[in-house]
T-cell receptor, first 114, second 114 residues
Framework: DAGVIQSPRHEVTEMGQEVTLRCKPI?????LFWYRQTMMRGLELLIY????????DSGMPEDRFSAKMPNASFSTLKIQPSEPRDSAVYFC????????????FGPGTRLTVL | TQLLEQSPQFLSIQEGENLTVYCNSS?????LQWYRQEPGEGPVLLVT?????EVKKLKRLTFQFGDARKDSSLHITAAQPGDTGLYLC??????????????FGKGTLLTVNP
């Protein structure tokens, strides 16, 4: 079975540009999470969706970040405008039930903002 | 302030040696998870411990949850090069919070040399 799919795997962009990261969760999973991983701060939860509805976006850094989940099989994380401090690895994870703490992570998107 | 402190941050050992890594917090968690992350990949769940004092074994890996559910340890016996990776602990449901929200430590980067 396919795991969580993320695209692109690597993204290099210039400061000020818009960046869109994509995620396809595991089929049948109804919870989706976006995380950011950096050396300084480790792995941090950005936003959590349940049944396509954003439940907790308290980890979203600022208004430059937005996330959508238009259907059960697709989610996007957008950064506009991007800044060098946004450089990190962004992970998407999904889980089967809303209250479970078993999350399955995708391979991540490594974002570099020059 | 990091809720979960992992130690050591880096560990380099020879094949066949034993090792223990630690995950400590001042907060109580309803459960605690250990993940292993390889370069270019997302974290993969190894185990979940939910009961204070619980000990779980996974082949050469032994996981323990502290009696007060604030700390955990991972012991690896006779380490092999394939054990190399970043070991992350993550707590769920701290201070009565939601179980979906995982708080991650920064990890222990383990290198096992042949």
């Amino acid at each position: 079975d396919a795991g969580v799919i993320q695209s692109p795997r690597h993204e290099v962009t210039e400061m000020g540009q818009e960046v869109t990261l994509r995620c396809k969760p595991i089929s049948g999973h109804n919870s989706l999470f976006w995380y950011r991983q950096t050396m300084m701060r480790g792995l941090e939860l950005l936003i959590y969706f349940n049944n396509n509805v954003p439940i907790d976006d308290s980890g979203m850094p600022e208004d430059r970040f937005s996330a959508k989940m238009p259907n059960a099989s697709f989610s996007t994380l957008k950064i506009q405008p991007s800044e060098p401090r946004d450089s990190a690895v962004y992970f998407c994870a999904s889980s089967l039930r809303s209250r479970t703490d078993t999350q399955y992570f995708g391979p991540g998107t490594r974002l570099t903002v020059l | 302030t990091q809720l979960l402190e992992q130690s050591p941050q880096f560990l380099s050992i020879q094949e066949g040696e034993n090792l223990t890594v630690y995950c400590n917090s001042s907060s109580v968690f309803s459960s605690l998870q250990w993940y292993r992350q390889e370069p270019g990949e997302g974290p993969v769940l190894l185990v979940t411990v939910v009961t204070g004092g619980e000990v779980k074994k996974l082949k050469r890996l032994t996981f323990q949850f502290g009696d007060a559910r604030k700390d955990s340890s991972l012991h690896i016996t006779a380490a092999q090069p394939g054990d190399t990776g970043l070991y992350l602990c993550a707590g769920a449901g701290n201070s009565g919070g939601s179980n979906y929200k995982l708080t991650f430590g920064k990890g222990t980067l383990l290198t096992v040399n042949p």
